[in-house]
């Protein structure tokens, strides 16, 4: 579509208004056929062979993203695990990654618990300080930097023009889990991000009804063509139904996002100093860690996700925080995030040893429920708890 429409809103409402020629459909059919028929002359001219390596179901939903995010070429993946792991797994044993100490549960586990054992080198720092990864750094040795901003479940910031700057010194590759943010608050490519990530699981699909990745490169590379084949090769690939539903989901990208980060700045604002809390931590909060950065980095909000450490009394903030979850009524005990639905979790029982979640930690996920209902519910949880 040419002119490109000005505003995300305006891509993400009509899908870039794509029309499928054929019927004059405004809704894109949903293809199903594993396999392409091959010419005459035996070649493919179409461009499809085999449905684990491409799908016309991805076509629109993997330009949409490309738009938004302003990138070169997007991938839909089976998860977030597997568009995350694609990137690692199209480096070589032996290359050395940094990534973060306070990040995505899973990826960490699978990071140092499978990534080293195929070989690679994995270092877990501080990404929230430019000063650490530029001491972590081995230029010619370090391969890729990974950053996810806000992290899970602290909602610690990461600088991504800074931390690009310091990555392409040393000759590697930014890529950004971005997941949190969505590209409505943040475009981490044109901060000088080389891939960005989304699990569209959470956001991007946006009605917890499927599970998904996503991967959006700024340009094309060797390790961008490592990365296909990958999905190709290791069968990661989206369900055509699952495609279409995220495609769906994407044209209210815009709106779940801005009512869920003005909820979750009221909720932040609300409970901070609050009788019966210890803390709150969102980027949204002056006196958090990272929200000048945050200011910067993010535009139109500080995202849905935040986090609040239940003061105890005589019985502990870990009981006190499983309390207040178990008291909730509107606020779902469930993990995941990013859904219509406002999520609540204790985050210390579902990491386990080594997390970085204190034990009185409640994650929160803002969903687009009024927020005067979702301050009453956790008020209420709160009394209760303490009682
Ligand atoms: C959920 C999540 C993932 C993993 O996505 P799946 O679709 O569950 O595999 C990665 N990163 C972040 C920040 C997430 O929230």
């Not at 330009?63 to 995350?84: D, I, K, N, Y």
Request: aromatic share 6%.
């Amino acid at each position: 579509m040419d002119p490109r429409p000005a505003h995300p809103d305006s891509i993400a409402a009509q899908a870039l208004g794509w029309i499928d020629e054929r019927t004059r459909a405004i809704t894109p059919p949903i293809h199903v056929s594993s396999t392409y028929l091959r010419d005459p002359d035996n070649q493919y001219r179409s461009g499809r062979v085999y449905a684990r390596a491409d799908n016309p179901a991805f076509d629109q939903a993997e330009a949409v993203l490309s738009a938004l995010e302003g990138g070169h070429q997007t991938l839909l993946f089976a998860s977030g695990m597997a568009a995350a792991t694609a990137v690692f797994q199209a480096l070589s044993p032996g290359d050395h990654v940094l990534a973060p100490k306070v990040m995505y549960w899973s990826l960490r586990n699978w990071l140092t618990g499978f990534a080293t054992q195929w070989g690679l080198q994995v270092e877990l720092i501080d990404m929230s300080e430019p000063a650490a990864v530029q001491a972590a750094v081995r230029p010619g040795r370090t391969k890729l930097v990974w950053v996810e901003t806000p992290a899970n479940p602290l909602w610690t910031v990461t600088d991504i023009a800074a931390t690009a700057q310091i990555a392409h010194a040393a000759g590697a590759l930014l890529a950004v889990d971005s997941t949190v943010a969505t590209p409505m608050l943040t475009q981490p490519l044109a901060l000088g991000a080389d891939l960005v990530m989304h699990a569209a699981t959470k956001y991007l699909n946006g009605h917890s009804d499927l599970i998904a990745g996503t991967l959006t490169t700024g340009a094309d590379s060797d390790h961008w063509q490592r990365v296909r084949k990958v999905r190709a090769q290791l069968g990661g690939t989206l369900g055509s139904f699952e495609a279409w539903l995220l495609l769906r989901g994407m044209r209210t990208l815009h709106l779940r996002v801005r009512a869920a980060c003005a909820s979750a700045q009221r909720i932040a604002e609300h409970f901070q100093g609050h009788a019966r809390v210890a803390e709150v931590l969102y980027p949204g909060l002056p006196g958090c860690h990272g929200h000048e950065i945050a200011r910067r980095q993010m535009q139109g909000g500080f995202g849905g996700m935040l986090s609040i450490r239940v003061k105890g009394g005589d019985r502990g903030g870990e009981a006190a925080a499983v309390a207040v979850a178990a008291n909730t009524a509107l606020w779902k005990r469930a993990t995941s995030l990013g859904g219509t639905e406002s999520l609540i979790e204790h985050r210390a029982s579902v990491e386990g040893a080594g997390t970085p979640a204190p034990t009185d930690l409640l994650r929160l996920s803002v969903g687009i429920e009024h927020v005067d209902d979702l301050i009453a519910d956790l008020e209420q949880a709160l009394d209760k708890s303490h009682a």
